[in-house]
């Protein structure tokens, strides 16, 4: 018999008005809820290619670089000077044509700014068909070339080899995917530290930019690919671990019960990471989530809890808020990781409970604290990407905390979403406003499904 | 509001309880003027207007975001300041503040809102918004927060929390930041925290006598208190570690325990 | 009684280690106090000034320009090798500087393991070859020929300069009495005499009767390329010589399976290629399983008295590979890391400790004389912290020699050694490793070490039970790859040394692979396996002659 969770809960948006009541857990698994489904097979079959890039690319004979930012080649002599930028609807045409399926399908191809870049979502049976996301990348970057071949009569023997370059770059003499084209899911399986990761793969500017900056419907989206990658690498198997995920989804990504909402404005105005957690502990005390164990000659009191799952959701709510509290006073995304690594250290001492994640949590924002300020080459938060060796340690209750600490900063960063993730904005008009809106969508789509379940 | 829960019995326990109140103002021991600070800390020169890294945020136009609204930001994001780092090196040999004591009441006590730090071995780092940084190293400084012989304002070649100490009882360093001005009887600091001259030496005031450093004590040590009588801590991180454990390969495992 | 520790510290430094205070800050001679720098700053003197490109110049750097740290404001110490009597400097001890320490490098990832039992096997039964003892030793004579560069079987064939490998050459060995009593002495690993009777017999059970050929490629091949050809070259010796030596035709169908079954059947990969951020490829510290450390290490064992001394050669091997070449050298690229984990085999400080928590074992529990279980966890993880900080606490010189991670690092890897001496299990070594740092001593002090070192220890708590696809394995398999050790110095730290000694005090024969460990039980190698830290020594004093030079083809001076 299928696994079914017990839990109900109610949820509430970013302004703390419920917009779901009674909603059964298993309704916002990404199993059973519509609206994260499609944020899960947009993720997958969805590319940008950025045909400004390829123009330019051809023009110059730049190409094939491996420079995170700028460009380190340039061949003399394969130069090719054709105007694809103008020609993008043309392009997107015959792109369009080459990944259809059939003339009823979900094939979309967009022409985004003027002609510079596509927006292509493959048919959802060819990624049916795929044996895993990056298929969706692949196809969509050599029916370009094709299509740029076809329609500028590319011969053997005047480019054809060089446009393949300008849309995939050096691989595959590299590993890497450093050209014009990029799956809206940003992994490439060969450079991949291994397996389970992919929908970890968008840095935390990505998710803020496709956002536009909303701090709870970014946590959201955030917290869903976590869940999305829970589910793939074999996290969430098994009822207790199934459900840990889907409670840290709720409490923490969808603001279930309102509890990230009520602790931020509980200590908004004057409060710490300290007091935050003094709040956490007297609401799961009164939610009967903990209870006093014992209680020694200091007047020290250790607390149990009889739902562990339950506990960490509602410490991964905690976290959250004094991430918003902490970072929103400073108006600055640095100090996300310090947030993380006090909240955790100090209330696995105030309550006699381990922490988050049983110390997954606390080691990776140890790492990251250090590595967000330190000489060994990490970049501000909003650069991560949960995949990376440093955050992958903790999976489902980081990101969407770095995620909230990026929407809260005013300027500080040197990595912002406009520098690194500015294709995500410009695509964000034609993305399924399940990915703008996470929280409304999935309540939506949960208080549709739940009395179905 | 009541402060953090913190496990002990004895003294160590107990002023670590207190370092942890939210509310907790830690008692002023000295004075040093606002302009000697600003010099220490060495980001700007004294009078100089704060430089910002964004416009003021009344200016800024940022989609809605009702969350963000709840959250009071402090002086300095207002205003689009920089953010700025102070310090310190806190010596193995009974400076008031340990590493990770520091980075506790950096995240719980009410005046360092809007915070950013990192414990090292030796030294912790605060970053804050630059005039919020001005105003809290007053408190850093002129309080039991700060000794000036255990304690020492450094941004580079931090080391000399376990070295042994001078013959005057200050902290080595290696850069000479500081003196001990014997006629004086004060620790006086000759470059800024980044090492750099100072034009005019910044007294800081004279050491705590070793006694008085022991009554600040806040870690366990076998030349006082020892760790052996840290029984309710040693309950307490022993049921923390199992607990990861066990919820470690399932998290229900400890349910009910 | 004293620990010898605090009487070097005592005699390197020249004050009681008790004294709390030192007079002569400032007043030592700056770096020109240490004789290995003032060498430095003279032959760069030279260097510069010879092609013209200013080089090393701290005279310059840190007092001209006051850009630099002051070095040499404190005292510079002089420290002396564990179990040695050699006193040298730090410089000493850095990898690129100590010959031996590229040389106990170079002598691990040079060797090709191979099984022979496959290749014989298509012999027989694909070409109808006979076997024997008798072709086993001509086929051995031949490869040493092959894989030095020899040719047998293409005219045109180029050949390397045996001059320059001297170090090459194979041997074979196998738990089979009767085959290694006909096998030619010159080629063998003689299990029993290299062994002690009982751990002979369990090896010779562990490696059965298969036949492993042990291949030492030249020191001047893999410091010439990188690990990854180790596999290519010994592949392509090994068939050429078993086409000569059992005269097979160089071209039809049946050599292909023939040269799989020799080349990659049956091949012991030293190290493993990692994930592709590590940036490296075969045979390098990164991919090298933990477990590898206790089977290489060859030290005489002094179990059932003790197994301190096994432990402490693995403690040393275990820091030149995996922190100061690995995670120091190749992935910081710094120089910091790269000596300060040489302190851990240094004034007999992990002896000192180690015989107070062996005799506490020994007396509480008996060496692996109890189940793993958080109890024994927790005591062994709170008697080494509270030991280690009573002399932190009493010897104020120590705290100084200790400088930055290394106290904390000391702290936690005398926990896990302490577990796992009692438990016999490497993991609940490893746990109290974790438990030590993060919880009980970080607690006591509210102090760790560098900035991110908490990080992978608060992690392990739950990562090493798991069953998750990142987490869980037993430990003796993890290594610098495991995806939570893979990016911060000291991620490996606790793991290996708890690993030796939870074997040791199982008196047991190997801790992964007894193929391993008969493969380094081999007097011939440069470096000697059996006494790691006599050897760095030698290295340190610049009296170890590694192998792998250039002098027959470049000009005499």
Known sequence: MAVRHPDRIDLHDERGERIAEDIPLDAISPLHNPAIKKICETFKRSVIVNLRRIEDSLRSGRMGGEMGVGEECQIPGIELDLPIVENAEKIAELVDRYVRVSDDDDTSVHVLGGGEILFVQVPTLRMYMASDWASATVNVGVATAHAIIELFNITPFNGSNVIKSAIFGRYPQSITLRGAVTGLLRGWPPALDGVGLAFRTNMVNDIVAITNKNTLNGVALSAILETLAMFDSGDAIHPVYERYHLLRLAYQGLNANNLVYELVKENGKDGTIGTVILSLIRRAEEDGVIKVKETLPSGFKIYKTDDACLWNAYMAAGQLAAVIVNCGAMRAVQGAPATINAFNDIIKLATGLPDLDFGRVLGTSIGFAFYTHNIYGGAGPGAYAPAGPLLRHSRGFIAPCIVAGMCMDAGTQTFTPELTSGVYMKIRDVLPPEMKQPIKYVAEAASEIKDKL | MVGIPYPGTDEIAERRRKWLDPDFKPKKLREISDDDIVKLLGHRKPGMAYSSVHPPLDEIKEPPDPIKELVEPTDGARHGDRIRYIQFTDSQHFAPLPPWLRFRIYATNREFRGFDSLAYSGRTLLEMRERDIDRVAKTLLETEMFDTARCALRSITVHGYSLRLDEDGLMFDARRRYIYDKERGEVVYVKTQQSVPLEEPVPVGPPLPEEELKKMATVYRFDHVPPTVADELMKVVKRIGELRVLGGLRPDLINGK | ?557
Not at chain 3, 180 to 199: N, P
Not at chain 3, 236 to 250: E, K, N, S, V, W
């Open chain 3, 1 to 557: 009684m004293e620990k010898k520790f605090l009487k070097i510290l005592e005699e390197t430094y020249g004050v009681l280690p008790s004294e709390l205070k030192d007079s002569k800050f400032h007043k030592y001679g700056g770096r020109r106090q240490s004789r290995r720098k003032s060498e430095f700053i003279e032959a760069a003197r030279r260097i510069a000034e010879g092609r013209g490109i200013p080089s090393y110049n701290p005279d310059r750097i840190c007092d001209e320009l006051g850009l630099g740290v002051p070095v040499g404001e404190r005292f510079l110490e002089p420290v002396r090798v564990s179990g040695t009597d050699v006193l040298c400097e730090y410089e000493d001890l850095h990898v690129l500087n100590n010959a031996a320490m590229q040389q106990l490098r170079d002598d691990i990832f040079r060797t090709a393991i191979t099984c022979l039992d496959l290749p014989h096997r298509v012999l027989t039964n694909r070409y109808g070859r006979e076997v024997t003892p008798e072709t086993i030793n001509i086929y051995l004579e031949t490869i040493n020929h092959t894989l030095v560069g020899g040719a047998v079987a293409q005219e045109h064939m180029v050949e390397v300069n045996p001059a320059l490998a001297p170090d090459a050459y194979v041997k074979t060995f196998t738990g089979s009495d009767e085959l290694a009593s006909k096998l030619d002495r010159r080629f063998l690993i003689d299990i029993d005499r290299e062994f002690d009777a009982e751990r002979a017999a369990k090896l010779k059970k562990g490696v059965g009767a298969s036949l492993w050929q042990v291949s030492r490629l030249p020191t001047h091949a893999i410091r010439s390329m990188d690990g990854a050809m180790v596999h290519r070259w010994n592949a392509m010796a090994q068939t050429m010589a078993f086409i000569a030596a059992y005269r097979l035709c160089a071209g039809e169908s049946t050599i292909s399976d023939f040269a799989f079954s020799a080349k990659h059947a049956q091949y012991v990969f030293i190290g493993t290629p990692p994930f592709p951020s590590r940036a490296h490829g075969h045979n390098n510290p990164v991919g090298l399983p933990c477990g590898y450390i206790f089977d290489i290490v060859q030290h005489p064992s002094k179990m059932p008295e003790s197994p301190v001394p096994v432990t402490a050669e693995g403690v040393a091997l275990e820091k030149v590979l995996y922190m100061q070449w690995y995670y120091g050298q190749q992935m910081i690229g710094s120089v910091g890391v790269t000596v300060g984990a040489s302190v851990y085999y240094l004034n007999e400080t992990f002896e000192g400790w180690g015989e107070h928590l062996a005799g506490w074992v020994r007396d509480r529990y008996g060496f692996a004389g109890v189940s793993p279980g958080w109890d024994v966890i927790h005591e062994c993880a709170r008697e080494a912290v509270l030991h280690c900080c009573e002399d932190y606490d009493k010897y104020p010189v120590l705290l100084e020699h200790h400088w930055g991670l290394i106290k904390n690092l000391f702290i936690a890897m005398m926990a896990g050694v302490c577990a796992a001496w009692a438990t016999g299990s490497a993991y609940a070594g490893a746990l109290a490793a974790h438990h030590a740092l993060t919880l009980i001593h970080k607690e006591l002090l509210l102090r760790t070490g560098w900035g991110g070192q908490e990080t992978h220890h608060h992690n392990s708590f739950g990562i090493l039970p798991s069953v998750l696809i990142d987490e869980g394995m037993p430990v003796e398999l993890h290594g610098p790859n495991v995806p939570f050790r893979s990016y911060l110095a000291d991620s490996q730290f606790f793991t290996s040394p708890a690993v030796v000694a939870a074997h040791e005090a199982r008196m047991d024969a190997w801790g992964l692979s007894p193929v391993i460990k008969v493969a380094f039980a081999d007097p011939d190698l440069v470096f000697d396996f059996r006494n790691i830290r006599a050897c760095i020594a030698r290295g340190a004093l610049r009296e170890f002659m590694p192998a792998g030079e250039r002098n027959p083809i470049i000009p005499s001076r």
